[in-house]
């Protein structure tokens, strides 16, 4: 999201400022220091304490850093977060994108297609696969992250596409579509442009999700409006002109831990070490170019009322603190739909499902086992309604 994005690249000038200062101090006592003696003559002076400066930074800045910031930012022990990927295909789509699909679980289940947040990819889902193994799992990676490569720049109506293929391609049976973030805002896009592709689904999650622009819902969303235009756009322009550099900043960023502390801000208060690392390893991992092309699309986007017109079960789940996307963007999507439930997951961030799986996962049980286990032949669910009813 736009939000992490843009702190992950003001915590990279902090970074490079630390390895600057690094080089300097280094500089500066390898060259010496000149010095008036007393008999009047210049000396250069060579201080210990720019050496052991310059060393200590330099050792911040190329890793030393990124271990202690994920010590002191994250919880030791909780639940064992280690994502992995398992036997997947690649998917070719007609606009030239190749998408990333894998199935795990109990492949005689019902269907439950996962779509993951921006930046990210299929393998933030590991307690999904481990939880909820009992059903068909269906994980793709969005176009151009993870192992999806993407033909040209992304927009929702793309993500959408792209969707609509895996939910063709996981076969003619019910399934249930969860997505996260950006992934919930692909279904929103799905469910208003190309309703016929849902015929099939009976029930749909969108997890610490939005409705609109995600600058309008985030914290501070009239300072975040009014840099949109002059600071926002030009940045993401410029990531994708300098991609070399843009590459170099986020691994830099990456090993002086500024980009666990971005990334720290998507959580709430029960992040653990290996959940901060794996989520800020992937981030990095990833396109910055495509993450800055994605962030322009959300910018360009709006679903306001998209789901009043799916009448099947709707659950929606939201952080009570996350600043990504606030939970009142939870309540009004949730207030549009003919059958919505709300979940808001206490002391829960942006990736409240990773963080608090306990909390996200039991109403995610429940819920698909009233529309997937309990309900699965009923008739299709998309109804035809006027904007705004």
Known sequence: MPLIFLLRSVFSLLSWFLLGWAVYLLWTYYAGIEAVAPDGTIRLIHEDIRLWGGLALLAWSVGIGGLLVRAVLGKSGGRPFKPVRGSGRQLPLANGDKIYVETAGNLAGPTIIFTHGWGLDSTIWQYA??????????????????????????????????????????????????????????????????????????????????????????????????????????????TKWLLPLSWLSAWQSYLSGSAHLATRLGFGSHVTKAQLEATTLIQTRNSPGVQADGNIAMFNWDATGAMAAFDAPLLVLGGSVDIVTKPDASVAIAETAPAASLEIAAQAGHMGFLESSEQYHAPLRRFLERALVAAPDQGPVLTERLPGV
């Open 129 to 238: 696969k481990e939880d909820f193994s009992d059903y068909r799992l269906v994980f793709w990676d969005l176009p151009g992250l993870g192992q999806s490569a993407a033909s040209r720049p992304v927009t929702l109506e793309r993500l959408a596409e792209a969707l609509a293929a895996v939910i063709a391609w996981a076969g003619p049976a019910p399934y249930a579509l969860v997505g996260h973030s950006i992934g919930g805002m692909t279904i929103q896009t799905l469910v208003r442009s190309n309703p016929a592709a849902l015929r099939l689904a009976r029930g749909i999650v969108l997890i610490n999700t939005t409705y609109t622009n995600p600058l309008r819902t985030m914290i501070l969303p009239g300072l975040m409006a009014a840099l949109e235009g002059p600071i926002l756009r030009p940045a993401m322009a410029l």
